[in-house]
């Protein structure tokens, strides 16, 4: 059964950072495009970012460039969001969840059959 497991996240104050770690089991992340998508309170779902396989093609939401990374580690099975400069309106919770094998279309448009439970990620002062 596959299963993915988010971890890192936690209370920053505005301009700090934190890593966002997507753990698999029951599937090899390398072979999907891995995505990290964020939700806030009131407000619908937002893709975040993408790494593609098998290409490891990055994509970034445009609130979010220049400010986060997306990574992978194949050895350790896991996808990273380096997230750096952190806003208020980047408070929300976060998901990983694991695309097709190719991405076809627009990243955020792919379907995502496979999601975490998320990480609360508060910045705040």
């Known amino acids: 059964q596959e299963q993915l497991v988010e971890s890192g996240g936690g209370l920053v104050q505005p301009g700090g950072s934190l890593r966002l770690s997507c753990a698999a089991s029951?599937?090899?992340?390398?072979?999907?495009?891995i995505a990290w998508f964020r939700q806030a309170p009131g407000k619908e779902r937002e893709g975040v970012s993408c790494?593609?396989?098998?290409?490891?093609?990055?994509y970034y939401a445009d609130s979010v460039k220049g400010r986060f990374a997306i990574s992978r580690d194949n050895t350790e099975n896991m996808v990273y969001l380096q997230m750096n400069d952190l806003q208020p309106e980047d408070t929300a919770v976060y998901y990983c969840?694991?695309?097709?094998?190719?991405?076809?279309?627009?990243?955020?448009?792919?379907?995502?059959?496979?999601w975490g439970q998320g990480t609360q990620v508060t910045v705040s002062s």
């Open positions: 790494i593609s396989s098998p290409d490891d093609k990055t």
């Open positions: 029951g599937l090899t992340l390398r072979y999907y495009a």
């Open positions: 969840a694991r695309g097709p094998q190719i991405l076809l279309g627009p990243w955020a448009q792919e379907p995502f059959s496979t």
